[in-house]
């Protein structure tokens, strides 16, 4: 199996630092179990970033339709340099999983370009409960990584 280079930066590169920076995260519920997980991780790397934990607000909603929503209601208070999507879709028996990964992440994109504000989008789509189980860490400390990175990048270039 080929894995993909990431092209990560050291940690103790500036890009990575989260001090000086206020990051939301929006952790849907649906498969809880999975998107609790995500939000450990990556809480737990945007404290190792450097981001203050009074500066990190999570809220949850029911599942990955409403995730946009509320990241939407948090870019608008301009309150955060990067907002955070969590959830976890499964693939099932019907359409559903098509409908419900493309419009949580259209709309997820739709948010950071109306708002241009980076959001790091963490919903998983897998085809059953072990690849989400398998990806649950890296994909949230990857969220917290990218949200932190793009938040700086973009102070950077105002």
Partial sequence: MLIADQGTL?????????????IGIVQARFNAGITNALAKACQDELQKLGV????????????ALEVPVALMAMAEKLEFD???????????ETYHFELVANESGAGVSRVALDYQLPIA???????????AVERQTD???DAARVAVEMANLLKAMA
Avoid: F, H, W, Y
């Fill in 82 to 92: 990067a907002l955070i999507a969590l959830g976890c879709i499964v693939r099932g």
């Fill in 52 to 63: 203050p934990a009074k500066q990190v607000k999570l809220v949850q909603v029911p599942g």
């Fill in 139 to 141: 994909k949230g400390r």
């Fill in 10 to 22: 050291d940690a103790n590169d500036t890009r990575l630092s989260g001090k000086k920076l206020s």
């Fill in 121 to 131: 989008n963490a919903i998983l789509t897998t085809e059953n409960m072990a690849q």
